[in-house]
């Protein structure tokens, strides 16, 4: 696995600590939320799997969680399809009237986010923000609405920390860039 990555980009530890901040921010903006209002986390799965687990730890609220699935890169592509499709049983907890955070693991074309916030939006919550963990130096990210980012990233195909290839290198705890040659044999595979 990790002989895979060309090279890291961000080591656990730059992710962690990045992480403490981000919530120490949330916080902070939540202030006046009173203990019985809570907030409601809104991950979308899979990439964000390792980092709502980091994420919701930093929030001493009263948390609940509503995972919803949501994809756009199919199989070995490193490009977003740009359509993005909602997995049938969304927010399975209640939104209206709550505090909502989106939260996902990269922000690229937006499509995502932008998609799962109209969802939500549309269920009168008392306010809707989004966390994500990396975004891409490119403009539809830029410009896609979002009050927290961990990291601006250049625009290359990331992996581990949550994010895969192929569904593969979700589980390395650093996130890296892939060697050519893998995903060239990957590709090769995938075609036979
Ligand atoms: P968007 O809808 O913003 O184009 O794409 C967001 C989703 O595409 C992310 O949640 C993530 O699952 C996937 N994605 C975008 N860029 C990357 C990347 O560099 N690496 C990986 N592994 N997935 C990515
Ligand atoms: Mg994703």
């Known amino acids: 696995m990790r002989q895979d990555l060309e090279r890291v980009l961000l080591t656990r530890d730059e992710i962690a600590a990045r992480i403490e901040e981000l919530g ?51 199989g070995t592509s490193m490009e977003s399809s740009g359509d993005v499709v909602l997995s049938d049983a969304q927010f399975p907890v209640e939104l209206e009237g709550r505090h909502v955070l989106i939260v996902d693991d990269i922000l690229d074309s937006g499509g995502t986010i932008r998609r799962v916030r109209a969802e939500i939006e549309a269920r009168s919550p008392r306010s809707v923000r989004t966390c994500v963990l990396l975004r891409k130096k490119i403009t539809s990210a830029l410009e896609t609405p979002c009050e927290y980012v961990g990291f601006d990233i250049e625009n290359e195909f990331v992996v581990g920390y949550g994010l895969d290839f192929d569904d593969y290198y979700r589980n390395l705890p650093d996130i890296g860039v892939l060697r050519s040659d893998v995903v060239e044999a990957a590709r090769a595979s995938a075609d036979e």
């Open 24 to 74: 120490r921010s949330i916080v902070k903006d939540l202030g006046s939320v009173s203990e019985s209002d809570g907030i409601v986390l809104v991950p979308i799965m899979t990439g964000s799997i390792t980092f709502i687990a980091d994420l919701m730890r930093q929030l001493p609220l009263r948390v609940r969680i509503g995972l919803i699935t949501a994809s756009s890169y199919a």
